[in-house]
């Protein structure tokens, strides 16, 4: 009897152990949990120093901003690609500059536009080419964009103004110095580029 006694009381005692150690196992799984949240809820705030004074900033999702960056992407290469001077070397400038931000098509559009003699058009009329976005499309599903615009070529003897509506695909690359919103634009084309107005300027 004393023996059946001390059996139950040992079996007890496992049964107590194995209950203890299941218990602590949850807990320290269920701390884990806990912090590593807290350690991810964490990194999402920085704090901004003003005149040695910590100032909590929240970070966004990068898919709430996303769609505003590929928009930023494509208005900064257009501005580039568009805005000219009769200057050689800011017009290699500019486009070194958007050659970053776009693939093949871009070099080729550049070259077919250098084998018009656009360029050189620039230089010898002394023309000013600016750009003035009126609007992106943008379906973030498929990355798909369409630029919608006005260019304005002044020379000395007329103000030309130019729809110009392009195209393309966007695909995401690592960011860069040279391509900060590590956007690249694919496929991209011209689908209209005709005049609107063309004024003769008053020369006295």
Do not use: C
Request: zero cysteines; hydrophobic letters at 40%; glycine letters at 2%.
């Amino acid at each position: 009897m004393i023996i059946k006694n001390i059996e139950q009381k040992v079996k007890l005692a496992k049964l107590l152990s194995i209950l203890s150690f299941a218990f602590s196992f949850a807990i320290v799984i269920l701390m884990m949990m806990f912090l590593s949240e807290q350690l991810s809820e964490s990194r999402k705030s920085i704090y901004i120093l003003d005149k040695d004074i910590p100032i909590l900033a929240k970070q966004t999702d990068e898919s709430v901003n996303r769609p505003v960056e590929y928009k930023a992407h494509v208005n900064v290469f257009h501005s580039l690609f568009f805005t000219l001077t009769p200057d050689n070397k800011y017009i290699e400038y500019q486009m070194k500059k958007a050659m970053y931000l776009i693939d093949e098509s871009g070099i080729q559009q550049y070259n077919n536009l250098k084998e018009k003699g656009l360029f050189n058009q620039i230089l010898s009329s002394s023309a000013v080419l600016t750009i003035q976005t009126d609007s992106i499309f943008l379906d973030v599903p498929s990355k798909f964009f369409r630029y919608y615009g006005k260019q304005r070529i002044e020379r000395k003897s007329s103000i030309v103004v130019r729809s110009l509506i392009t195209e393309g695909y966007l695909k995401d690359v690592p960011r860069s110095q040279n391509n900060p919103h590590g956007v690249l634009i694919e496929r991209w084309k011209t689908i209209e580029n005709k005049d609107l107005k063309n004024e003769a300027k008053n020369n006295f």
